[in-house]
């Protein structure tokens, strides 16, 4: 009883730092139940591409799948904060700017965004609303079962999967990067996080962060290839920082994070109309 009670509190710890929605008074906090609580990072990745779907359908039979995408991108911008996409500018402000490693880390604490991280976080808006609007546009158009009636409940399982697997799948990659690489700072807002990440963190984050991704795969094998877009991408994001920073922080894993969510986006674009 205790460790279900230990394991519910660590989920409702990550919740909070990762979102904005409130967790019960009686959860309370410890500081070490930060880097125990970051396996849950999926599991929140779950509940919030549950939302967005919610959102998506309740406002695509008002406005059409592309306006109701682009609400459901703000309301999860609401409840998060917007706090991966913060990571993400600060990230592009540091490496864009700076030459020393010192310089990037001076940047990227800067709380004002800089014009590298302007132009990244309009281009990735731009791309996850775009390739969300090229791949529902594509399905109404050749009537295909996965969009053509969402009043049916494998339609209904698959688009909701789509939407999970954007972000359960980034965040379980997110995650991974803390035992590929070390933490870069001696002190930041990641490192109660960062510290003592271990295997079976990773195999734990893995089941909730791999799973839905793989179902939807099984349901529309070519999404497979959507791999060919998420691998190249997270090696690149990987190498960077192993370059300018030797590791990671707080900023890197948010970047990473909305890196893979925008490739699971814009992967339906290819693999549907071109392949």
Not at 234 to 255: E, H, N, P, S
Request: hydrophobic residues 50%; charged residues 15%.
């Amino acid at each position: 009883m205790q460790y279900l009670l230990l394991e519910i509190r660590l989920f409702f710890v990550c919740l909070a730092f990762l979102t904005r929605i409130p967790s019960p008074t009686w959860i309370g906090f410890k500081e070490d139940w930060l880097h125990h609580s970051i396996k849950y990072s999926p599991t929140v990745g779950l509940l919030l591409g549950s939302i967005q779907f919610v959102v998506f359908l309740l406002f695509q039979f008002l406005y059409g799948p592309t306006i109701a995408f682009t609400i459901s991108l703000g309301f999860l911008l609401i409840i998060t904060g917007a706090f991966h996409e913060d990571g993400f500018s600060d990230f592009c402000d540091g490496i864009g700017g700076g030459w020393k490693r010192e310089d990037i880390f001076r940047i990227m604490k800067d709380s004002r965004v800089g014009s590298f991280g302007a132009v990244g976080i309009c281009v990735l808006v731009l791309l996850k609303v775009l390739g969300a609007y090229e791949t529902f546009s594509y399905f109404q158009r050749k009537n295909l079962p996965m969009f053509s009636n969402l009043t049916n409940d494998l339609h209904l399982i698959s688009v909701w999967l789509y939407f999970v697997s954007a972000h359960t799948l980034s965040r379980f990659l997110s995650v991974f990067v803390m035992k590929l690489l070390p933490y870069a700072k001696e002190e930041g807002y990641a490192k109660p996080m960062a510290k003592e990440i271990t295997w079976p963190q990773i195999l734990f984050a893995s089941l909730l962060g791999v799973l839905p991704y793989l179902s939807l795969a099984y349901l529309h094998p070519n999404f497979f290839l959507s791999l060919l877009c998420i691998i190249p991408s997270y090696i690149y994001m990987v190498r960077l920082m192993k370059r300018w920073i030797q590791g990671f922080t707080g900023d890197c894993l948010g970047a990473v994070q909305q890196v893979v969510e925008t490739c699971i986006w814009i992967s339906g674009v290819f693999i549907w109309n071109f392949i």
